[in-house]
C-alpha cells in the first residue's frame, strides 16, 4: 500500500515542481523533493524522545530546574509568548514549545527539537546584549521546528521509503529511537538556515520586538574573531550574507530595526542564571 502512497506523493511533487508551487509561504525553496514523510504528530513524537534522552543525559545537559529558577523560566517564555502570538508561526497550537535552560556559560547555543520543545543555553544568553537579540535567535530556532526542517532532511536522509513505513505503522520498530537519537546533532542545511533567519524576522516583524535580533548575535559572533567556533554555528552553517540578508528582510517589511526592549530587565535576567 505504501508504494502506491509514494508514487503518488512522488507525482503530486513534480506537479507542485513544475507549476513553480512547492515554495515555502516565504518564497524560500529548500527541498528538492518538497515533501515530509513525517506527519505533524510524528514530529512532536520525535521531539517528545529527544526530550527524554536530554532528560537522562544530565551531564551532558545540565537543565536548570523550575524549582528556584522561576523567575528565569517566566522571562523566557515571555519571549516565546510574543513569538508564538505574533499570528506568523504556522504550528503555535501543533506543537508544545516546552522551553529548558541549559545551565552552561561555556556553551554558545540554542537549539530546537522537532515538535518545538526549545533549549537554550546560559553561555547563549550571557553573549547577548538585549532581550531584542535573544528574541532574534529564539526566533531563528522557533522556525527550524516551525518549518520541520529536521523530519525534512530526515526524509532525505532515510529515504521515503523507510520513514513511509514508520507513519503507516509497518516499520522499523527501532528506526524512531535511532531518528530521534539523531537529532540532537543534526546539522542544518545552508538553506535551512536562510529559511529561520528569514522566518526569525517575520515572526519578530508582528511583536513589539525589533526584528533584525538575529543579525546582531551573528555580528556579534564575527566580531568575537576565529579561534573558537562556537557550537552553534557548528550546527547551524553560516550561509552567506547572513546579516545583510536578515536586514534586507526586515527593510522590505518596514519593521523596527533599532533600539532595544527592557534593557535593565536583561541585565537582571542574566545574572539570576
Ligand atoms: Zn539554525
Known amino acids: 500500500m505504501f508504494k502506491k502512497l509514494k ?34 504528530s510524528q514530529d512532536r513524537e520525535l521531539g517528545m524522545q529527544v526530550e527524554a534522552q536530554i532528560a537522562a543525559a544530565p551531564i551532558e545537559y545540565p537543565i536548570m530546574p523550575e524549582q528556584g529558577n522561576e523567575a528565569a523560566y517566566a522571562y523566557l517564555r515571555n519571549i516565546r509568548d510574543k513569538i508564538l502570538n505574533s499570528g506568523n508561526v504556522k504550528n503555535k497550537d501543533n506543537f508544545e514549545w516546552k522551553l529548558y535552560l ?84 543534526l546539522k542544518y542545511s545552508r538553506c535551512h538556515e536562510t529559511e529561520a533567519d528569514a522566518a526569525s524576522v517575520d515572526y519578530l516583524s508582528g511583536t513589539s520586538y525589533r ?15 576565529g579561534a573558537n567556533t562556537p557550537t552553534f554555528l557548528s550546527t547551524h552553517p553560516s ?11 526586515a527593510a522590505d517589511k518596514g519593521c523596527r530595526t533599532t533600539g532595544s526592549t527592557s534593557d535593565p530587565g536583561y541585565q537582571t535576567f542574566k545574572n539570576s542564571l
Do not use: W
Open 239 to 249: 550561509p552567506d550574507n547572513r546579516v545583510e540578508d536578515i536586514n534586507k528582510r
Open 211 to 225: 526584528c533584525n535580533g538575529a543579525a546582531t548575535f551573528f555580528e556579534k559572533l564575527k566580531s568575537m574573531g
Open 102 to 185: 541549559i545551565k552552561d556559560d561555556n556553551t554558545l547555543n540554542a537549539f530546537c527539537t522537532p515538535g518545538g520543545y526549545i533549549y537554550v543555553y546560559t553561555g547563549l544568553i550571557k553573549f547577548l546584549d538585549t532581550e531584542d537579540d535573544l528574541a532574534g535567535v529564539i526566533g531563528h530556532e522557533i522556525a527550524h521546528a516551525d518549518k520541520r526542517h529536521s523530519s525534512k532532511s530526515m526524509t532525505t536522509q532515510y529515504g521515503v521509503d523507510a520513514v513511509l513505513k514508520i507513519v503507516l505503522g509497518n516499520g522499523d520498530p527501532n528506526l524512531l529511537t535511532q531518528i530521534a537519537s539523531q537529532l540532537g546533532t
Open 7 to 40: 508514487a503518488l506523493f512522488l507525482a503530486g511533487s513534480l506537479i507542485l515542481t513544475f507549476n513553480g508551487c512547492s515554495k515555502d509561504d516565504d518564497g524560500i525553496e529548500c527541498e528538492l523533493i518538497p515533501f515530509n514523510a513525517f506527519t505533524v
